[in-house]
């Protein structure tokens, strides 16, 4: 008998005692998951999910009925915020173990990131983080440089500065350089932007402690595009791209910033704040110009930026926002095609007039709990007064689905990393 604890993937159905609808079965070698004919996928994640909490540390999986998307749907059941391995792929004719190793090393960044504390993962270190982990995976082709604190103001990066100016641990701007071409004025064929909040506590408008206890998985945003480039270039994208992490905290001190307080962003628009903890959308608005500074046909931005999208499309789902109507529904079809489920929401021009000041150009929401109706349009519309070519190219991911609160039938606790496919699959074919 092995000393491995095993596990095969099998058409048929259980036979007794397990019973004809059983998930799965066991037998003296291990466990053999049923497939059933609808949600395949999911009921592979499910049953890794159960194994997982019987305890089980350690599994490999075997048998020629395992394919590329079973194995990973199994692996990412099988994980938790405290062991990130333990599941040893099966080498056959249906899968790709180059596939499954790229995005197992973006997975287990990604995790050690958003589940990380905000004590270890904050705005520098991120920035750090970030990019030796892209440098590791292409060390002759990339290239950074992290902007920090008052070096913002000098750059009239705004928003970050103001949003992290109440912390000791300074704001940064992080701006690596992806070039695989070899030519230094190679032109830029995508830019990448991502939310790092390392932690959020809503400022002075300041949160409950059951709404802030899992802020630490406010720069998922900036794990998110970190790890689509990283899946993109183990690929083998050979195309430049930029990289743009947007790192601040969030936090309350007699230096933070306030309500009432009028920022002035690079391109002249003001902003009258009137919610702290709708900080997501300042700080990105600084990424999403410096990624227009590049000349990139192709902008992405991924944020876990409102509750609205999390009432809207639930924890299954991101959301996907843009005035490049074109754009988005490709998006969602690359989406699709990494089995990650994203769904368009809402945007047209005139969300960038949803949330009017009668001090400044607009206010960054609005003086409401949650920032009113339509509260994840209104933020996408204050996103596209920052992009250029009047958002032709240009899409927002707003990741509902990026973090668990909670355990639950699929996923553990933590960060799910959904969504990370989707920005390499777009990257991958719009680049």
């Known amino acids: 008998m092995s000393d491995k604890f095993i596990v095969r993937i099998s058409e048929q159905a259980p036979t007794a005692p397990w019973g004809a609808d059983a998930l799965l079965s066991f037998d ?191 720069m998922g945003g900036a794990a998110t595009v970190t790890a689509g480039l990283a899946i993109a270039i183990q690929r083998g994208i050979d195309k430049r791209i930029k990289l743009f992490l947007c790192c601040a905290e969030n936090l309350i001190s007699g230096h933070a910033y306030k309500l009432g307080d009028i920022l002035t962003y690079k391109n002249g628009t003001t902003v009258e704040i009137v919610n702290t903890d709708a900080e997501g959308r300042l700080v990105l608005a600084d990424g999403l110009m410096a990624a227009g500074e590049t000349g990139a046909p192709l902008i992405i931005d991924a944020a876990t930026l409102t509750g609205a999208a999390l009432v809207a499309v639930g924890q299954e789902y991101n959301a996907l926002f843009g005035l490049d109507k074109a754009l988005v529904s490709e998006v969602q079809q690359f989406a699709e095609e990494e089995f990650e489920a994203a769904w368009p929401l809402p945007l047209e021009k005139w969300h960038q007039n949803n949330c009017p000041s009668p001090y400044a150009d607009t206010a960054n929401s609005r003086a409401q709990k949650g920032g009113g109706y339509g509260g994840a349009s209104n933020a996408a519309g204050f996103l596209s007064r920052f992009v250029p070519n009047e958002g032709q190219g240009w899409v927002h991911i707003d990741l509902a689905a990026s973090f668990q609160n909670s355990a639950g039938s699929l996923w553990s606790a933590g960060a799910t990393t959904l969504g990370m496919r989707t920005v390499a699959r777009t990257l991958q074919a719009k680049a």
């Not at 071409?181 to 830019?191: F, L, N, Q, R, Y």
């Open 28 to 218: 003296q070698l291990g466990a053999i998951v049923h497939l059933q004919q609808n949600e395949t996928l999911k009921l592979v994640q499910k049953a890794a999910r159960s194994l997982s909490q019987q305890g089980i540390k350690q599994v490999v999986l075997q048998g020629d009925n395992w394919c590329t998307e079973s194995q990973w749907a199994f692996y990412q059941g099988f994980v938790t915020a405290k062991q990130l391995d333990g599941v040893e792929f099966v080498d056959n004719e249906q899968s790709d173990l180059a596939e499954l190793a790229a995005l197992k090393n973006a997975a287990t960044w990604t995790r050690q990131m958003i589940n990380g504390t905000a004590e270890d993962v904050y705005p520098e270190s991120l920035a750090g983080k970030a990019a030796e982990f892209i440098q590791s995976l292409a060390p002759e082709h990339v290239s950074y440089n992290i902007i920090k604190g008052n070096a913002l103001l000098e750059q009239q990066w705004i928003g970050i500065h103001e949003v992290g100016r109440g912390s000791e641990r300074p704001p940064v701007l992080l701006e690596l350089d992806y070039n695989p071409t070899g030519d230094e004025d190679a032109p830029v064929s995508a830019a990448l932007v991502g939310k790092g909040i390392t932690f959020d506590s809503g400022g002075y408008s300041i949160k409950p402690s059951e709404g802030m206890l899992s802020m630490k998985c406010d």
